[in-house]
């Protein structure tokens, strides 16, 4: 269904990706229409400030923005002051404290030597199993990287409870994301381009959507199958919630978050993650320590524990099993033979994906939109692979 000028293009969601087509749609002088279901924009990076201690706070946990596309960046700081932040993270493991990612400083910790980076390294290797030529599975690919001690104390338990099931039954590309490092170097990412927006990510979210080509229905949540309007959808949604869960629902993991305020600071840093298999919690978010720029006599902490999406939860986490990927492959045909809607986002399309990915997607389905808007022909329903 090819689209036409009159009616405006339907966008399910106000998260990154959908808030970004709006805008680059908008100012390309189409009108826009967006229906979310919660009662504010930003999606999953939604920040608030706490009225008790006056911070603010991550809703549905940590969001850092870390970026290697000049783009990218360069988009961000036009709807917000991105101040500098480097992102620190600790875990605790069997009662002591050690420094993530697993780098210099945590190998000489964890086994009680002095080495330097060149000896660290050759230590490592020693450990790691070299039988594992070609790793199947996330534990596969730990003994293979860095060998049982450090894959048990810092990784399996982890692992376990934020997946809900045994690390041999995931895939390799979960581990490959986290560096290993021989050097001293604790910055969580790598990234030239770190920082986090002054006022919050929901204040750039409304600076990204401040345009009068765009209203936003908030509290909407819109029906695939009746929707209100005949111009395209960008649905950022569930890729099955869109066929009713036809052919059964995708997994998800969902999160528990338990807010907790006392005077001064309570951890001494952003994020402190639990390995331990029989500490409920997976990680606690100190968020005070996110704005290092403002001061608070109060703080605010979050307990974070994992468990399966229900029919009533938030998805955030696509699992994406062996049994995931084969439901996947109905969805993504039944999807590939639609018209008239184009699937975006880490739901729309089943993939885990990073903030700025999600913004330069996000432009890439812009522009397919736009194209095909000239051009008098129907968008794609995926302009990036949902299996990749």
């Known amino acids: 269904m090819p689209i036409t000028p009159v009616e405006p293009v339907l966008i399910a969601g106000a998260g990154l990706s959908g808030s970004v087509i709006a805008r680059e749609l908008a100012e390309a002088g189409l009108n826009v229409r967006i229906f979310e279901a919660r009662n504010h924009i930003a999606g999953n990076c939604h920040t608030a400030r706490d009225p008790e201690t006056g911070v603010m706070v991550h809703h549905y946990g940590p969001h850092i923005f870390h970026t290697g596309n000049g783009a990218v960046w360069s988009y961000v700081n036009r709807f917000a002051k991105m101040q500098p932040y480097r992102h620190s993270v600790r875990t605790t493991v069997g009662g002591r404290t050690y420094s993530l990612p697993v780098n210099l400083t945590t190998i000489n910790q964890f086994f009680g030597t002095n080495l330097t980076p060149k000896e660290a390294e050759a230590f490592v290797k020693a450990r790691a199993d070299q039988s594992i030529r070609d790793p199947e599975s996330f534990e596969d690919q730990a003994l293979a990287m860095m060998g049982p001690e450090l894959y048990k104390a810092f990784f399996k338990g982890y692992t376990q409870k934020q997946w809900g099931c045994d690390p041999r039954q995931l895939p390799t590309s979960i581990l490959k994301r986290l560096p290993l490092r021989f050097t001293a170097d604790d910055s ?18 409304a600076a990204i959507l401040d345009h009068p080509g765009i209203t936003v229905h908030l509290n909407t949540p819109l029906d695939p199958a009746n929707p209100p309007g005949r111009g395209h959808l960008i649905w950022s949604g569930p890729l099955d919630a869109y066929f009713g869960h036809r052919l059964g629902r995708l997994g998800y993991r969902t999160l528990k978050f338990e807010h907790h305020r006392t005077w001064g600071d309570f951890q001494g840093i952003p994020v402190m993650n639990y390995g331990d298999a029989d500490v409920p919690q997976t990680r606690i978010t100190e968020h005070k320590h996110f704005t290092p720029w403002e001061c608070h006599a109060r703080t605010i902490y979050t307990c974070e524990t994992s468990h ?79 299996l990749g």
Do not use: S, W
């Not at 969580?188 to 979210?205: C, E, I």
């Not at 903030?355 to 432009?363: K, L, P, S």
């Open 188 to 205: 969580y990412f790598n990234h030239p381009h770190q920082g986090l927006p002054d006022g919050g990510y929901t204040a750039m979210v």
């Open 308 to 386: 399966a999406a229900g029919a009533g939860d938030i998805p955030y986490y696509p699992i994406r099993l062996v049994e995931e990927k084969a439901l996947l492959a109905g969805y993504v045909a039944k999807a590939g033979a639609e018209t008239g809607v184009t699937f975006v986002g880490r739901l729309g399309t089943y993939r885990y994906l990073d903030m700025d990915v999600c913004i330069a997607e996000a432009f890439d389905v812009a522009a397919a939109i736009l194209a095909a808007h000239k051009g008098g022909t129907a968008p794609p329903a995926f302009v990036h692979p949902p």
